[in-house]
């Protein structure tokens, strides 16, 4: 590991960027039209700009800088990443799901506008996420849009992130050991984590055992990435994290923190940092700001 | 017309043919993994086998066919706008939408399972739609594959489908005239019925008019289709129709039944299907049974 990872002022600085960028294309892509359907079209924008950490962008940017693909490219489908992450907050959120009043500080999608307000919106963003993808500007070569739409609607629906979600709902019909847990937050968040890093190699079409480096740090990330989620919920702040804390206690869920322990857990997220920022040798200097993220993903705050 | 077109029994026969191809392709499409996620699986099984008319998967078959396009192709594209059609159902069904008990004379999906698992049966299906129709297996040309995802992804969206359901949520806001009625109608069904004509076009890289035939032919029979929606809302049956009538009465809703009356209404409806099937000389005899389809579009008691 080079000095520059060991420093997260450049982390910090590329993080702020990759925001500002994502913030103004995400403006750029969700213009709203003339007609009363601009309801829905407000409610997208409301959900997705202005707010997050931005760390799927930017893992799509870093990965994607490794092999030098314009940016016009990698920064549409950090865009497209987010719209389905933001898609999949607004649908958690609602009433028949966690039920939550508040997200990143703010009203929830719902509470802002209203139920059938919010599920479109989910839709439509999880929709445009597609469009976006599949269009010319994404990519040159189609065969490249292609793999990145079919990798995308994997990582996100019921073999990915939607059957995490599904799993989640039915952990209490479950004993549910570190086991289960790991397979289904790999499900509910890793594999969108997993595309992120991927979705670089596949826009520069990268040779396979770079894409596998990728894919091996996102796996690892991933899991250190929620087991610091779980944390926060125990030890959080809420008006830090911008959301409710102690959901998971409060609602009996089986956690890494649960099933671990504060001590064992914080353990194995900062192990699993570690480990991700191995996967990364074959890459040089050039992966110092992915290596920095994996200790700031152990280490944030909210 | 040809004698062929006067006739409803190759009609019959060729949709039921259809139905059959979809059912088992989709049921293949959408196996059941091990594992507590499959209970989304099982909803979306729930929700899109065996049922309705598969009039979308139709149109793609019958304008694939007029390109001699591969049925392996063309049936998984019109899958995947089964899958989109569902979905959409799936989510109109719910509370915070039109709160439906019944839906082809079965309970809705989220009153079969629940309203967390609807919600994500519905996310699930849009996803694999995408997901499917990006695979290599839909088309050699992953140029052909990426127009397909934009086009289907433009149907459906905000601009489309969801704009459509948005405007439709709205309508008492607005006083709907016959023009406001006909473009909310254009976007929430017409998009969708409209991709499904193209596609077969788009699969088989026809030329620009024979493109364009379609698309005209698909404007008039979506607007067709949904003036006898609104006919059997007033008229229908709800055994025969699978689902509750009188509905859009009751809501107080603005329709082209309510708006122009019966008599006119269903004028208007046989004077679209007349004007449709004129847009398909082009295509000679081949297109005699796309020919029938409007009569029974406008002639369907459900």
């Given at each position: 590991?080079?000095?520059?990872?060991?420093?997260?002022a450049?982390?910090a600085?590329?993080?702020?960027?990759t925001?500002?960028?994502?913030?103004?294309?995400?403006?750029h892509?969700?213009?709203?039209?003339?007609?009363?359907?601009s309801?829905?079209?407000?409610?997208?924008?409301?959900?997705?700009?202005?707010?997050?950490?931005?760390?799927?962008p930017?893992?799509?940017?870093?990965s994607?800088?490794l092999?030098?693909?314009?940016e016009?490219?990698?920064?549409r489908?950090?865009?497209?990443?987010?719209?389905?992450?933001?898609?999949?907050?607004?649908?958690?959120?609602?009433p028949?799901m966690d039920?939550?009043?508040?997200?990143?500080?703010?009203?929830?999608?719902?509470?802002?506008?209203?139920?059938?307000t919010?599920?479109?919106?989910?839709?439509a963003?999880?929709t445009?996420?597609?469009?976006t993808?599949?269009?010319?500007?994404?990519?040159?070569?189609?065969a490249?849009?292609?793999?990145?739409?079919?990798?995308?609607?994997?990582?996100?629906g019921?073999?990915?992130m939607v059957?995490g979600?599904?799993v989640?709902?039915?952990?209490?019909?479950?004993a549910?050991?570190?086991?289960a847990?790991?397979?289904?937050?790999?499900?509910?968040?890793?594999?969108?984590i997993?595309?992120?890093?991927?979705a670089?190699?596949?826009?520069?079409?990268?040779?396979?055992?770079?894409?596998?480096?990728?894919?091996?740090?996102?796996?690892d990330?991933g899991?250190?990435?929620?087991?610091?989620?779980?944390?926060?919920?125990?030890?959080?702040?809420?008006?830090?994290v911008?959301?409710?804390?102690?959901?998971?206690?409060?609602a009996?869920?089986?956690?890494?923190?649960?099933?671990?322990?504060?001590?064992?857990?914080?353990?194995?997220?900062?192990?699993?940092?570690?480990?991700?920022v191995r996967?990364?040798?074959?890459?040089?200097?050039?992966?110092?700001?992915?290596?920095a993220?994996?200790?700031?993903?152990?280490?944030?705050?909210?």
């Amino acid at each position: 590991m080079s000095q520059a990872a060991a420093s997260s002022a450049p982390l910090a600085d590329a993080l702020k960027h990759t925001a500002e960028i994502v913030n103004a294309e995400l403006d750029h892509l969700l213009a709203v039209p003339d007609g009363p359907e601009s309801r829905v079209h407000e409610a997208m924008r409301y959900a997705s700009l202005d707010g997050g950490k931005r760390l799927r962008p930017f893992l799509v940017m870093q990965s994607a800088g490794l092999f030098n693909v314009a940016e016009s490219s990698s920064l549409r489908v950090a865009c497209a990443i987010e719209m389905v992450h933001c898609y999949s907050l607004i649908h958690d959120d609602l009433p028949c799901m966690d039920d939550d009043d508040l997200r990143r500080g703010r009203p929830t999608c719902h509470r802002q506008f209203d139920e059938a307000t919010a599920l479109l919106a989910g839709d439509a963003l999880l929709t445009r996420a597609f469009e976006t993808v599949a269009a010319a500007a994404t990519h040159p070569d189609p065969a490249v849009r292609c793999e990145l739409v079919w990798e995308l609607a994997h990582a996100s629906g019921a073999d990915g992130m939607v059957g995490g979600q599904m799993v989640d709902l039915r952990a209490a019909e479950f004993a549910m050991d570190v086991a289960a847990i790991t397979r289904l937050q790999q499900m509910k968040t890793g594999r969108l984590i997993g595309f992120s890093c991927e979705a670089g190699a596949v826009l520069g079409k990268a040779p396979g055992v770079m894409r596998q480096a990728l894919r091996n740090y996102a796996h690892d990330l991933g899991l250190a990435f929620q087991i610091a989620d779980d944390l926060l919920d125990v030890e959080g702040d809420a008006s830090e994290v911008g959301k409710k804390v102690g959901k998971d206690a409060g609602a009996g869920k089986a956690t890494f923190v649960s099933l671990l322990g504060i001590e064992r857990a914080r353990a194995q997220a900062d192990m699993l940092a570690k480990q991700a920022v191995r996967h990364l040798d074959v890459f040089g200097d050039k992966a110092d700001l992915l290596r920095a993220t994996a200790s700031f993903v152990v280490d944030r705050r909210s």
